[in-house]
Each structure stands twice: as C-alpha cells, then as structure tokens.
C-alpha cells in the first residue's frame, strides 16, 4: 500500500509516538485506549470497535462512540474467518465481500476495517466509524492506522505472553506448595521393628502423584503398613490420595483389616465421583507372632520371596475401593520367617519393566529380588527401583512407589 512521501513520513512518525505508550503498557486495556484514541484522534473518526480472537470467533473487547449493543458481541469464526483471510491491509467496508462481518460493521456504522496482524496473519480487527468530516479515507490515513494496528498487535502479543509467564510462575509455585504437602504425607523415616527392616520409596511420574505408602504403630507393638494407588495421576490424583491418606489414619487399628477395608470403601464410594478409584493394600504385622494380617483392595498383589526360593503373592481381599458400596473383603495372613522378603509395590514398578506383559513385569520383580535377597532392605529397594528406571522404556510412564519389607532373626 503506497502514499506520497511527506504523508507517509507524517503518518510514521505519529504512529512511532504512539507506539512509546503502546509498548510501554503490559495491560491489554490499556493498549486498547492507547489505539483507539489514537485512530480516532488522528483520522477524526467518531468511533471505533475492537474485535479480538476467543475460542471459537471474535469477542468484542473494546468501543468507543458506539450505542449500547450496536455491535454484535461476539462473531463465530466459521462466519468471519474468510473475510478476515483476505484482509492484509486496511479495507473499506463498503468494499468487502458480503458476509456476517461485513454486515456487522455496517450495521455499526463503522466504515474501515484495519486487520491486526503479526507476520501478515490477521487475528482481530479494528474498525472506524467514518471521519467527521465525511471526507474519504486517504492512502495515508490507511498507512497510519495499518501501522499503528501493527504496533498493537505486537503489543497484545507481549501481553499475552507474559500473562502465559505470569500464569507459569504461579502454576509452578501451587505445584511446589502442593509437592511439599505430599511429601510431608509420607513417613519421615523407616521405624524400627524388632526382628524386621523395613524400606520405601515413592517417585511421582509428575511433580505430584496418585501412589502412597504409609506404616503407623498399633497398640501392643504392632505396624499398619499400606500402599495405595489412586487412579489417574497428578493434581487430582494427589488430593483423593490426600483424603485416602487422613481415613487411614484415623482408621488404622479401630478394627480388624476386613471391616476396616470395607468401611474406608463406604467412605469412598459416598464421597468420590463415578469415575476415581482407590485400588489399597492394608496389613498389620505382629512382631512377635512374625503375622501379617492383610487385604487386599484390588491392589498388585505383594510379592513375597522366601529364604528358600519359594514364592507367593498376597491376593486374599476384595475389589478396588470406590466401585462397590457393599463390597466384602476377605483376609489373609502369612508368617514371616527369617530371611523372607516381602515387596508391596504400584504398576508403576510392573508396567515400568514390561508395560505391555504383566507376566514379565511380575517375574521382573522376583527376578530383583532373588538377585538381593542376602541385603539390607534398602538395598533391595534401590536395586528393584534401578531395575525400573534402567528399563527400555521412555520415561516412568506411571508413579512408582514400592515398600520392602524383610524378616530378620528374632535376636
């Protein structure tokens, strides 16, 4: 689009003007009134609409001189995304193509339309009234609104990258706030238990996680150990975990593992929706007697590896909670004896291995612990969740959370 020399070079440095405040302001507001009472102003139109894109058309998000309601609010895209595909300069109204934003500016009295582009894509429009004079809009009256139009929308864009930072930031700060509220959910340490070590970890495959372990003394020396995994990851995963978290421990010890499971199901059915579920593994281990009373929530049985290469999992129980009000859970129990090994783990160990073979995940971990079963609790632990982490698979596709628990001598 041309214009004669001393025009353009009045237009240019009107719109660099302009452009000072334009730049100068990180508030879209602001920007709006900058453009328009500079078009306004300096092409003495007596009024002025400006469209931005939202979701699925343009919203109207600012206009001066206009009656109330004299401009449509909102103008779908599938009704102006040709008109705005053709508009790389400024246009009379009068001569563009018919269609809804032709129609709506007409019915505004708006008489120019300037795109708002960045890199030649027109994303919003401004238009004007016509000028107060009647007098037609010269080549660069064009030349100064395009360019000004331009210095907006680089502004707008400024704007709205740093409200994306700005939204980043505070994101990134609730999620801190909230790792730090799961972690202090956890165990500060392992407890000592006469005749046993015990061992665990948990890895959130985000900055928070659906997995949880916990131990809690009993009264008469006993230990509730749990690992838990609820379903979905991430924020929402961590804040049912959170209330899984507080029921057991108000919980814990209040009755014997069957009804106690069935009555944190009730809980959950009542207060969760449709959708979530808690799959939980819940034991209480009696030192002296070297029990472990358990049931098992619908949970990834615990491998148990004796000292002479036997191998059981820990099945006895029922559904996972949250699906069946009314369901039953059976118990188990087994006898530790010295040199016993048991592992309470998530999927998140199983699929981390072999995603797409549960078979070969669950020999996975027997094979781990096979190879440690001479170590320290610990040390089995490292080496299961190393196991994991070096496997062909790209990434943690799940939390990863395991508890070691090993039988020593009863001296």
């Given amino acids: ?40 102003g300096q092409l003495f139109s007596l009024r002025c609409a400006v469209y931005l894109p939202e979701a699925d058309g343009l919203r109207l998000v600012h206009e001066r001189g206009l009656r109330a ?20 300069e400024p246009v009379l ?21 300037v795109p708002l582009s960045l890199a030649n894509a027109p994303e919003g429009v401004v238009a004007l009234g016509e000028r107060a004079s009647g007098a037609p809009f010269a080549n660069e009256d064009r030349e100064f609104a395009f360019t000004l139009a331009r210095q907006a929308a680089a502004a707008l864009e400024t704007v709205r990258l740093h409200q994306v930072q700005v939204e980043k930031q505070r994101q990134d700060r609730e999620m801190q706030i909230a790792r730090g509220i799961q972690q ?3 165990p500060s340490g392992s407890p000592s238990i006469p005749g046993f070590e015990l061992s665990a970890v948990s890895i959130p495959c985000y900055e928070v996680g659906g997995d949880h372990y916990d131990f809690m003394p009993l009264t008469g020396g006993r230990w509730a150990l749990a690992v838990a995994d609820v379903s979905g990851k991430g924020t929402p995963a961590s804040l049912l975990m959170s209330g899984v978290h507080a029921w057991l421990r108000a919980l814990a010890g209040t009755a014997a593992p069957g009804p106690l499971m069935a009555r944190l199901n009730r809980f959950l059915c009542a207060s969760t929706q449709a959708h979530r579920y808690v799959t939980l593994f819940y034991a209480e281990l009696d030192p002296l007697q070297r029990r472990l009373t358990y049931v098992n929530g619908g949970h990834v049985p615990p491998f148990l590896l004796r ?8 099945t006895e129980g029922g559904p996972a909670l949250g699906f069946i009000e009314e369901a039953d859970y059976e118990r188990g129990q087994v006898v530790l004896e010295e040199g016993d090994v048991l592992a309470l783990v998530t999927d998140g160990v199983t699929e981390g291995v072999y995603p797409e073979d549960m078979e070969k995940g669950d020999a996975a971990v027997f094979a781990s612990l096979s190879g440690t079963l001479a170590e320290s609790a610990e040390d089995i632990l ?12 790209i990434g943690i596709a799940d939390d990863l959370t395991a508890l070691i628990l090993k039988a020593r001598s009863r001296s």
């Fill in 382 to 393: 490292q080496v299961l969740v190393a196991s994991v982490q070096d496997a062909e698979v």
């Fill in 184 to 186: 202090s959910l956890f």
């Fill in 93 to 113: 109204v009068g001569e563009m193509g018919p269609g809804a934003l032709r129609d709506a500016f007409s019915a505004a009295r708006l008489a120019l339309a």
């Fill in 69 to 88: 309601q004299e401009a449509p609010a909102f103008l779908r895209q599938a009704d102006v995304r040709l008109a705005l595909a053709v508009m790389h």
């Fill in 307 to 314: 000292a002479d290469g036997r191998r059981e999992r820990l």
């Fill in 1 to 40: 689009m041309g214009c004669a020399g001393a025009h353009c070079g009045l237009a240019l440095v009107a719109a660099s003007i302009f452009r000072r405040e334009l730049v100068a302001s990180l508030d879209q507001g602001a920007i709006l009134q900058v453009l328009s009472a500079a078009l306004m």
